[in-house]
């Protein structure tokens, strides 16, 4: 029986890939259990089943070939699933009654567990006229606000926490709103933001000339290039959104250009999809194909990664046959060009167990070999399926051979393609793999460098309780099992001292052999100046990247790694890095200051009292704990619950804002009520501004809040401490990080990627 490196990466076989019956006893007995339900599964469409589960298994095996979660959770489960990853919806028409068809599909598709993209350049800007009904048109972020609105309510109905990403040209009237649309901090939160950059704009920018905002027919507005890319630049560094997707680059490139535009994403970016695209995920693991680590004899076993690829290929093409679908025309998008993007993980440490430094101009050239070899071998792989079931059906040889990225691809692969068809249309992407990376014995995620070589973290026990494990590195504790305490050496780089120019260049290399795109974040350091924060953008740009995501701590986004001590080199891997992801529980003193509020729900024949307690912490006052008491018994049993909760949440510490924005985004389904001239949706709602209206009223919060006439009396001062990284929303643990341009929680695995 497999053997998990750690206890947390059973923990996440059992919590997120173990098959359970209804009542939540286990069915998958093993993670061997598990690699056989999902070979069997895929195999069930072969005309040789059996032949085909074994060599499915056995790519499964040892974590050599990681599915993406979804086709681990529910294959072979005969649950009513998808098991794609990546949706971009349907082209928004300018239209109301279009616009809320599409609000529609996309709620379909998040309730099954889909992340989705959009393209808001569609919908005319502000102000533009509407005619027929005498009125200006609202714009396309007012939309947006009702799509986030629309996620948060999946989210609260139980589904798995939705993520979407939202586009819109470098050319739209409303751009510039765009880019400042998640400088509020309670606006937009269920989105990723990407401006859709052109090559004409991008030349504009650096002749420093004009740009026209148009929609339709009509210039609206004509600004600076350079200015604007400035006002991109700068959100970017404040706020580390919105990110830049190079539209026109990604267009010319597609296999598929004579058959779609692409002008939107899936939420982490590795997907450009076209309306009603949908897109499946795997990863190779190069962690484990490695001979001799650490040695001069270090090798990546060409003839293994072949054969793993091949056989990757075959088992993500039938998942395309397996899987449902949230809607019809994603059913067809998918069979009619049956996509696929197979990646990698575990880059980072297959260079260190050769010797190589991330970054490097040898890990350069390695990795742009390797990936070339992958694709090399996946195209083969989708040839010879072409030969047995036929290509795919849009294909057309002259055309498809036409493309940017085919025409770099080798003679005899462009040959086999023009006899015998392909397969997929495409078929390579790197993809978000943090969790399944750390069921894999946290191997380095994607093509990300290595975060951290050693860390602690907290463990959710069975009983409930919480224990310190160490969670090491997957190259490191091979360096620990092979050279005992022998120092690490030079080449042993991290994400946090590693300069940005390093990132570029490794994903550079890599896009040139992935036929579709890159999730990756580029980390900068707090410190980073702002020419030289823009030139990382425009060095994505020349070396031929898609897309580019940088991360910078900031007073806004938090600081997210506390490195013992501060040094200008990687931490020792016996020392580790302290990253920090949930505070300890504050000390209740023996008194406390606070206030008590009196709410009168209207239609309830009694009030509601709220009372909220503080604490002072170096002079900064900040809420503590809270009570919520009410004659009518109707609620005892949520307040109770909400008492108990809120008040856990206030005592971790750090920025809990974020339960304002949580409770005033409920909605009660029969209903809400007007108080004092504004529409408060629920009674939790109204808590929540009562929550809010206090801590204004004690300087932990700036603003005017819902408007609730109270009266805390209580002495306003600074705000709290700056958090160590946002609470997860999943286990309320706080150092929320930007890993493969998706915020994920580095102590439960949840990615707002899905």
Known sequence: MTRFAAPIAEQIWDMKYRMKDAGGQPVDASVEDSWRRVARDLARVEKDPALWEDRFYAALEDFRFLPAGRILAGAGTGRSVTLFNCFVMGTIPDSMGGIFDMLKEAALTMQQGGGIGYDFSTIRPRGAAVHGVAADASGPLSFMDVWDAMCRTIMSAGSRRGAMMATMRCDHPDIEQFIQAKQDSARLRMFNLSVLVTDGFMEAVKADGSWDLVFGDKVYHTVQARDLWNRIMRATYDYAEPGVIFIDRINKANNLRYAETIAATNPCGEQPLPPYGACLLGSVNLARLVEAPFSEAARLDEAALDELVRTAVRMMDNVVDASKFPLPQQAAEAQAKRRIGLGVTGLADALLMLGLRYGAAEAVEQTRAWMKAIARSAYLASVDLAREKGAFPLFDAGEYLKSGFMAKMDADVRQAIRDHGIRNALLTSIAPTGT?????????????????????????????????EEVVDYAVQMWRDLKGDAPLPDYFVNAQTLAPR????????????????????????????????????LAAWDLGCKGCTTYRPNEVTGSVLSVSETTETAPEADKGADVVYLTEPLDRPAALEGATYKLKWPGSEHAIYITINDIVQATHRRPFEIFINSKNMEHYAWTVALTRM?????????????????????????????????????????????????????????????????????????????????????????????????????????????
């Open 646 to 754: 809120v008040s856990a949440v206030f005592r971790r510490g750090g920025d809990v804002s974020f339960v304002v924005e949580e409770l005033k985004a409920v909605f009660d389904p029969r209903g809400g009520a007007w108080m004092q001239g504004r529409y408060v949706p629920s009674i939790l709602a109204a808590i929540g501004g009562v929550i809010e209206r206090h801590m204004i009223a004690i300087g932990f919060l700036e603003g005017e809040g819902m408007g609730l006439k109270t009266d805390p009396k209580a002495e306003a001062v600074a705000v709290g401490e700056t958090p160590r990284g946002p609470a997860c929303p999943a286990c309320g643990q706080y150092g929320m990080r930007m890993i493969e341009g998706c915020m994920t929680c580095p102590s439960c695995g949840h990615s707002k990627c899905g």
């Open 502 to 537: 390093d990132h570029v260049a490794m994903q550079a290399a890599a896009q040139d052999w992935v036929d579709s795109s890159i999730s990756k974040t580029i980390n900068c350091p707090e410190d980073i100046s702002f020419e030289e924060f823009k030139d990382v953008y």
């Open 436 to 468: 399944i990376s750390l069921y894999a014995g946290n191997v380095s995620s994607g093509i990300e460098p290595v975060f951290a070589y050693a860390y602690t973290r907290k463990v959710l026990q069975k009983d409930g309780s919480r224990t310190e």
